[in-house]
């Protein structure tokens, strides 16, 4: 098992940059693929970014590709998303999610799930 914890959310302006922190506990966090979700509200969670357990191969939604880069430090038991460019509509709660295996990019295959962390992004 892992327990997640988001952090590093926060007020920022259009263009600016954040980055989100996800801590996990346990032994084991290299042995889980890692991927990010938001949810905005009144809208469903969305597919933000993805990692395989080793960092070899990254996938990222539509919307935020070219902006946004998900990396890991297993050493650390720590993944990171590092936001660039930011628009207002990137506002959202954004949640840590660990998967062992399963479609990258749905959120039912995503077993661990941390309680988010807030970014609000200004115009």
């Known amino acids: 098992q892992v327990q997640l914890v988001e952090s590093g959310g926060g007020l920022v302006q259009a263009g600016g940059s954040l980055r989100l922190s996800c801590a996990a506990s346990g032994r084991t966090f290299s042995s889980y693929n890692m991927g990010w979700f938001r949810q905005a509200p009144g809208k469903e969670r969305e597919f933000v970014a993805a990692?395989?357990?080793?960092?070899?191969?990254?996938y990222y939604a539509d919307s935020v590709k070219g902006r946004f880069t998900i990396s890991r430090d297993n050493a650390k038991n720590t993944v990171y998303l590092h936001m660039n460019s930011l628009k207002p509509e990137d506002t959202a709660v954004y949640y840590c999610a660990a998967q062992y295996g399963g479609t990258w990019y749905l959120r039912d295959e995503y077993a661990y799930w941390g309680q988010g962390t807030q970014v609000t992004v200004s115009s």
């Open positions: 990692i395989r357990r080793f960092g070899g191969t990254t």
